[in-house]
């Protein structure tokens, strides 16, 4: 499937939706790494988004996101917003015909991911949620590990994500924003539990949860953790934690035959190692430390230029989401809401 009449081997133009930080990470090196153009940007204010189109060599600002998602020369939508605006910026970008590559969380909560996919379905585009991680060579290997039966018979899977504390005034502390431990980090530990599917005897289902309020925030998770279970009787636990005493991001697979562990699977560029323990001994192998975020903005270039499938999809947004909020109300939390229809943010 081809962008608006580009040619094969065009560069594909994006517009950036907002100047937030993950970006420069996210889509600004990895569009150099790769070749892309960033042809437009917009944010909460013209200012804003020229001073981050000047830095980072976007090649226009525009004065709002609906201009950016309008725009004829842009081919695909790259959204970075705050989790409430994501559902309302990805359904707005496909109903303009333009693919999609949003930043996890896909929506506030699984009914609006599903208004989303419903909406991208039959169209032709590419639609995805920014699970970059799969795209690196050591969760690549990870898995291949279970493909081949090096480690054996899926038993057990931990995958575990905690940062510092962003601070008080960090709008993912915001119920309104959707923020929450579990939507900004717990979705990656539940994600990658999820794709351990084809060799737990399908999806994982969830057997509790439990989670802590963050202080002063009522309804918004400072942690979360998560207990599952596979349908071949292997069992999971994903945690999350966005106010640790440390930084991890590890992602541990118990085979009948072996185990192996990923180092940092959400920022290989930081540490690549895979450490696995078999019968015949322990060793470490690393993968590179190329970015994760540039490995998947060559996967969504082919997707969009050549058709080549990309190994998750809108359906597979909703699953999660409809995971995150099955933890939430195992948790005794309600659901994120979506943005309100009298728009409590303000939606440019």
Known sequence: ????????????????????????????????????????????????????????????????????????????????????????????????????????????????????????????????????????????????????????????????????DPGADDPRWSLALAGGATMDLGCYSLHAQRVLAPWGGGEPELVDARAGERPGAPGVDEWLEARLRFPSGATGVARCHMASDRRQMTYRVVGSRGEALVANFVEPHLDDRLVIETPAGRHVERHGTRSSYTYQLEAFVRAVREGVPMPIDADDAVATMRLIDACYVAAGLRPRPRLGATGAHPVR
């Open 1 to 164: 499937m081809t962008g608006t009449g580009a040619e094969p081997g065009e560069p594909l133009r994006i517009g950036v939706l907002g100047a937030a930080r993950i970006a420069e990470l996210a889509i600004v090196g990895p569009a150099r790494a790769t070749g892309t153009r960033l042809v437009a940007i917009a944010a909460r204010d013209r200012a804003r988004a020229s001073g981050f189109a000047a830095e980072h060599g976007v090649e226009q600002a525009l004065d709002s996101y609906a201009d950016v998602v309008a725009a004829p020369e842009v081919e695909a939508v790259y959204d970075p917003l705050p989790n409430a605006l994501h559902g309302t910026w990805n359904r707005a970008a496909i109903d303009a015909g333009k693919h999609v590559l949003s930043e996890k969380p896909f929506a506030a909560n699984a009914e609006e991911a599903a208004d989303v996919a419903a909406a991208a379905r039959g169209r032709g585009l590419v639609v995805v949620e920014g699970f970059h991680y799969l795209h690196h060579p050591v969760t690549r290997r990870l898995h291949e590990l279970l493909a081949s039966g090096e480690l054996g018979e899926l038993v057990h899977v931990e995958t575990t994500l905690e940062i510092r």
